[in-house]
């Protein structure tokens, strides 16, 4: 999974906020959609200049990042 793909920082969009690349969609509207217990599709549906693959692979991150820290600890 190559992130420069997934999600970018740019001080130029949105003050560095992570986002999906070649959106200014922050990564945090994607869990925040989730944690309000809309669907993937909902979220999708709303903000279609991201695609499913990038919006997977964000989520898939998240989890390896959540594995790798809890297995750290």
């Known amino acids: 999974?190559?992130?420069r793909k997934i999600v970018h920082s740019d001080p130029e969009i949105l003050g560095g906020v992570l986002?999906?690349?070649g959106t200014r969609?922050?990564?945090?509207?994607?869990?925040?959609?989730?944690?309000?217990?809309d669907s993937?599709?909902?979220?999708?549906?709303?903000?279609p200049g991201v695609t499913r693959e990038q919006a997977v692979a964000a989520l898939?991150?998240?989890?390896?990042?959540?594995?790798?820290?809890?297995?750290?600890?």
């Open 40 to 47: 993937l599709d909902e979220f999708l549906d709303d903000f």
């Open 1 to 3: 999974m190559d992130i």
């Open 25 to 37: 969609v922050p990564v945090k509207t994607l869990y925040d959609y989730l944690e309000a217990g």
């Open 60 to 73: 898939e991150l998240g989890r390896e990042m959540t594995e790798a820290h809890a297995a750290a600890a």
């Open 19 to 21: 986002v999906f690349v």
